[in-house]
């Protein structure tokens, strides 16, 4: 019931570029800041990117994010075996009584 | 350093209730809203509920699927945040997550706990 779509799975070779897509609506990407989070396996989501485009501090600049109407993107560059986990981008949605809401997740595997 | 830990959760009948805690700590709670989420096993990250801090009324906002059944609160002199379970279902299984709002308006979730797994079966 995730209201924000996302491909189930990337992958790429180490050192290769990847980009996650993450496609909603006006009512929740289209006007609201988009984030997006990491999860390594059995660990609780980090924050990635805030803010459509920001990095927080301690996270690489290899993580990039971008927004463009209603879908966002993230990008990971120099991919290596650690970025192995479940991707997520995140925004508050304006529909009555939706609240946050989360893409379908994204698997990416380093090849 | 800034800090959130979950307790609380553990196994439970359908039916009956639990609640959770979330501690903060390197940070000045009372000046933040505060997110519970959670992730049933082996699917995607879901919201629960947000409370606001003080200074924007401390109301709160729950998902279609808890609303009436779970609520928030807050205790800013203590540094707690709490989910109170009620009529918990099967379909309440999940790891429950804290985390910290921040950025513009409230925008970005920064700081996570560890989770808490909460476990609804007879």
């Known amino acids: 019931q995730s209201v924000l779509t996302q491909p189930p799975s990337v992958s790429a070779a180490p050192g290769q570029k990847v980009t996650i897509s993450c496609s909603g609506s006006?009512?929740?990407?289209?006007?609201?800041?988009v984030s997006w989070f990491q999860q390594l396996p059995q660990t609780a989501p980090k924050l990635l990117i805030y803010?459509?485009?920001m990095r927080p501090s301690g996270i690489p600049d290899r993580f990039s994010g971008s927004k463009s109407g209603t879908s966002a993107t993230l990008g990971i560059t120099g991919l290596q075996t650690g970025d192995e986990a479940d991707y997520y981008c995140g925004t508050w949605d304006s529909t009555l009584g939706s609240g946050y809401v989360f893409g379908t997740g994204t698997k990416v595997t380093v090849l | 350093e800034v800090q959130l830990v979950e307790s609380g959760g553990g196994l439970v009948k359908p039916g009956r209730s639990l609640r959770l805690s979330c501690t903060a700590s390197g940070f000045t709670f009372g000046d933040y809203g505060m997110g519970w989420f959670r992730q049933a096993p082996g699917k995607g990250l879901e919201w629960v509920g947000f409370i606001r801090s003080k200074a924007y009324g401390g109301t709160t906002d729950y998902a279609a699927s808890v609303r009436g059944r779970f609520s928030i609160s807050r205790e800013d002199s203590k540094h707690f945040a709490y989910l109170q379970l009620n009529s918990l279902k099967s379909e309440d299984t999940a790891v429950y997550y804290c985390?910290?709002?921040?950025?513009?308006?409230?925008?970005?979730?920064?700081?996570w706990g560890q989770g808490t797994l909460v476990t609804v079966s007879s």
């Open positions: 803010e459509n485009n």
């Open positions: 985390a910290r709002a921040n950025c513009r308006g409230g925008s970005c979730f920064d700081y």
């Open positions: 006006s009512s929740n990407i289209g006007n609201n800041y």
